[in-house]
Nanobody, 116 residues
Framework: QVQLVESGGGLVQAGGSLRLSCLAS????????MAWYRQAPGKPRELVAR??????WYADSVKGRFTISRDNAKNTVYLQMSSLKSEDTAVYYC???????????WGQGTQVTVSS
């Protein structure tokens, strides 16, 4: 089993920045894909950013404003969010996929609220 714990959410004014962190623990495979999703009230969960050994991907809505990174030594993935907008308000979830075991894990979510 793998546990994911997010931190770093909070309330920020529009134009501000936040950095989310996701710490993975447990039976961790070195081969994995880490991602951040978000879900706003009344909307489906959407993929925001993903990082693999081959690179990263971003949703068009966050491209140029968000940066995903990882520290493999710390089993941690980060999401640096800048130039935040009110439409970025959502619960942000960390996601980990381990293709060796074909298993997917989710964190509990962290609230990000951007005030305009």
């Amino acid at each position: 089993q793998v546990q994911l714990v997010e931190s770093g959410g909070g309330l920020v004014q529009a134009g501000g920045s936040l950095r989310l962190s996701c710490l993975a623990s447990g039976s961790i495979s070195s081969i994995n894909v880490m991602a951040w999703y978000r879900q706003a009230p009344g909307k489906p969960r959407e993929l925001v950013a993903r990082i693999t050994s081959g690179g990263s991907w971003y949703a068009d809505s966050v491209k140029g404003r968000f940066t995903i990174s990882r520290d493999n030594a710390k089993n941690t993935v980060y999401l640096q969010m800048s130039s935040l907008k009110s439409e970025d308000t959502a619960v942000y979830y960390c996601n980990r996929f381990e293709p060796v075991w074909d298993k997917e894990y989710w964190g509990q979510g962290t609230q990000v609220t951007v005030s305009s």
